[in-house]
């Protein structure tokens, strides 16, 4: 059944079904569709890592998609959609691109069971906390399930949930909601928000890929790009991608090749003017950009009120979603250790292709494979004695046979791979 007829079934035998099912302590062999678990509802940041939350369950819903090979355990993502809810153009199409590379799908509904269509204009109609909760529940329930492998279990999220995906990889947040060593195997944020961001140096120690819009003025991507780094030099294994010519919502048109211009929606809140970042382990919240550490809570909300806006631009780019799944498929291949799935070039290995081409001179034999090390993603070149590598977002050029200790900047990922793009590769 194609996934986004799962998405419209009728409704009363929908419900019909999830009545006659009612929540189980731990799925069956084979058990998909429509899904019940319990969370909780949680007030705030400080709540979640305190558990100072309400205790009484809340009953809320995902949608499991499986793939057709159940032969041995597979890998798993739950999908965490954003403030517009689940989306057949987003959630649901992402779940086929999943289930294609053998992965199992659980698309986490926070809003409908709760009386909510969206926050996109009210983003405190749902405190994110409770978004990751949600996240962590759902986490639990599906290393529950027989045919799912608890240990290659992650995640993906857009927008609201992009910044849930970011924020489940911190040890703070995750005890939060599990008690045992359980833990997210892969994150995957989306266009995630950096500008208010809740972070901390006891990270789970799982890959992150961050994958941003250039364009994107309602999660903007360089402050994430500024912010990543710092990860690094924390150990995190950490990719950051931002797609050229993307807006925020770039992966929209997954279900459609019709072309569309970008769309503006004026009374969405965004907090693009903000820097305000809060650490996890000890709640001091300050300012990124100027080191101003908030004393009290007044002073905090009154600045959050000050750099909280409104309008923001949406819109689909098929240049940037195609490159979007092709990045997940490498990702994810690697991290889950995935057998016979066709890889594309990566992001960095357009540019080195690229360049090899269009500078022979300099980077010869042709075919020279790409590995990792010394933090980089690289390419050394045994005709010429040169080198180049990705790190950052950043290209860089070594020779270092002449002096290995300078190493050139070449520019931008974004911007030479905007050049590789329009060169074909």
């Known amino acids: 059944m194609k996934l986004s007829r799962v998405f419209f079934l009728g409704l009363g035998a929908v419900l019909l079904w999830e009545i006659s099912l009612g929540v189980r302590a731990q799925p069956a062999p084979g058990q998909s569709g429509v899904i019940h678990f319990n969370s909780v509802n949680v007030s705030g940041y400080g709540a979640l890592v305190r558990k100072r939350y309400d205790t009484q369950p809340v009953q809320i819903f995902g949608t499991l998609l499986l793939p057709a090979d159940l032969s041995a355990r597979v890998p798993a993502m739950v999908i965490k959609h954003g403030s517009g809810g689940v989306s057949e153009k987003r959630e649901f199409e992402w779940a086929q691109v999943l289930n294609d590379m053998g992965i199992a799908a659980f698309i986490v509904d926070s809003f409908t069971p709760r009386g909510i269509t969206s926050t996109a204009t009210d983003q405190s109609v749902l405190s994110a906390a409770t978004d990751i ?84 003025d309602y999660t903007p991507a360089l402050p994430c790009a500024d912010f990543t780094p710092r990860l690094a030099t924390l150990g995190a294994d950490i990719t950051t991608i931002i797609y050229p010519d993307a807006h925020h919502g770039f992966d929209g048109g997954l279900v459609t090749d019709e072309p569309r211009s970008p769309a503006r929606c004026e009374n969405c809140t965004t907090s693009r003017n903000c820097a305000l970042e809060t650490r996890l382990d000890t709640f001091e919240s300050s300012r990124f950009d100027t080191g101003e550490v908030f004393a009290t809570n007044e002073a905090l909300n009154a600045y959050l009120a000050s750099c909280t806006t409104t309008g923001v631009t949406t819109g689909w780019n098929a240049a940037a979603e ?74 860089y050029y070594l020779v270092p046979a002449i002096d290995p200790n300078t190493i050139f900047e070449l520019g931008d990922e974004a911007g030479l791979l905007g050049i590789a793009v329009q060169s074909g590769y």
């Open 133 to 216: 909760a949600d996240a962590l529940n759902a986490l639990k329930l599906l290393a529950s399930h027989p045919d799912i492998d608890p240990s290659r279990i992650g995640i993906i999220g857009f927008s609201r949930g992009g910044s849930v995906t970011s924020q489940t990889a911190y040890e703070e947040i995750r005890k939060g909601v599990i008690d045992d060593e359980l833990r997210f195997a892969a994150h995957i944020p989306v266009y995630p928000s950096c500008t208010n961001r809740f972070w901390s140096p006891n990270m789970t120690g799982a890959p992150l890929l961050y994958l941003l819009a250039a364009l994107d």
């Open 322 to 395: 195609s490159m979007a799944i092709n990045d997940v498929r490498i990702f994810l291949t690697r991290v889950f250790n995935l057998s016979g799935v066709t890889l594309p070039a990566s992001q960095a290995d357009r540019i080195f292709n690229w360049l090899q081409d269009a500078f022979p001179q300099y980077l010869q034999p042709r075919g020279t494979q790409s590995q990792t090390g010394y933090g980089y993603y690289f390419r050394c070149y045994g005709g010429t004695g040169s080198c180049v590598g990705a790190r950052d977002g950043k290209i």
